[in-house]
Structure formats: C-alpha cells, structure tokens
C-alpha cells in the first residue's frame, strides 16, 4: 500500500552512545510525523545496554506524501555531541542507520519455524479488559526473534499480524548484519562516512 510503510532505526554494532541516538532518532521521527499529520506507532523495539537506550526500532507510518518524509531519514543519520557514559571520549560523532521497508505479503520461512504463544492483552480496567488470551507472540525459532500482536481482539489476526511483523524484524536484522562493517569502520574512522550522512543532528544525548 502507498500509504503504509515501515521504518527501522539501527545501532548496528555501536556502542551505547549510538543506541541512545537511536532513542533521540525515534522521538524526533514519531514528532516529526505528528506534525505531518501522519499516523506513527512503534510496533517493535530492542532495549540497548543501558537505561533509555535502544539497539533498534521498528515503526509503521502510514499516510499520505510518505515518500517525501521517508526520503528525509532514510540512510546514515549522524550525531554529533559528546557522550553521557564517558566522560573524557573524545568521540563526538555517532551514527545510526534508517531503512524504510514496504508490506510484504509473502512468507519469508514456513510457518513451522514459527512457535505462537497466546496471552492476554494488556490494556485499561474496568468492564473492557480483555480477559482472553488474544494477545499472539511470535518467535521465529532459528534466529531467536520474536514479536508481539494485540492490536485486535481477535487471535487470528494478531497472528497474521505477528508473521507480517516477524517477517518485517528478520528483513530487518538482514539490514542490521549490513550494517556491522560499516559501524565497525566508524569506530576506527569517525570522519570515514560524514559525507555520505542524510541528515546530521547535534545537541545532548
């Protein structure tokens, strides 16, 4: 669909300085796409080593001139500021990676790679609570990664909706695999890809 896609925000290997641009790199897409009156919700995310950080993050968008605001973030986004872990680095610069991924209705593995576990779906007291377990968590068994679904009070759904996003993660991790050689240059040479940054941001982390 045009108007429905994807964003992963990736640390790759970097060190927790970059996961925390990773956090900064989210509240500024999710703000961002607020005040385009763009319809923004983080479906999957993975905390980093320390608190307020994140290895990685999974949002769907969905609304209208979507490519025009995916092109803005898409690729190296790099930040500059010094870190609030070490004191004396000398490191100023981080860089985190941003790909956009479009809906895929195609099943990547067979569904017996997959282990579903139901659970009960969180959400306000009172008379509304869901008291089933509709809720579908999703683990693809070889690589170890896994995803949650209680968008519905439907189980079926949640699972359909907890493959596509599975499938998502997994194209994702791919990305994130990519990814390691180039942070792994970065820490030896920060001035190696500034030149190749789409976007580069600096204030506190």
């Known amino acids: 669909m045009d108007n429905l896609i994807y964003i992963q925000i990736s640390s790759g290997r970097g060190p927790a300085e970059c996961e925390r641009v990773v956090a900064k790199v989210q ?10 009156s763009l319809s923004a919700t983080v ?44 004191k004396f680095h000398k490191r100023k610069n981080w860089f985190v990676s941003v790909q956009s991924f479009l809906p895929s209705k195609e099943i990547l593995f067979d569904a017996k790679e997959i282990e579903f576990k139901t659970c009960r779906a ?9 008291k089933t377990e509709t809720a579908v968590r999703a683990t693809h068994i070889a690589s170890g990664i896994s995803v949650m679904a209680s968008d519905t009070r439907s189980q079926h759904q949640n699972k359909k909706l907890a493959i596509e996003r599975l499938q998502l993660k997994i194209k994702a991790w791919q990305m994130e695999e990519q990814m390691n050689s180039i942070n792994e240059q970065w820490s030896q040479h920060t001035s190696l890809k500034r030149g190749d940054a789409v976007k580069v941001l600096t204030g506190e982390l």
Do not use: C
């Open 122 to 130: 969180s959400g306000p007291g009172g008379q509304n609570v869901n």
């Open 43 to 86: 479906i999957d995310k993975t905390n980093g080593q320390i608190n307020g950080t994140l290895q990685s993050a999974l949002l769907q968008l969905q609304g209208d001139n979507l490519k025009a605001f995916v092109n803005e973030w898409e690729g190296s986004i790099q930040w500059i500021g010094k870190s609030p872990y070490r």
């Open 27 to 36: 509240q500024l897409l999710l703000k961002e796409a607020a005040e385009r």
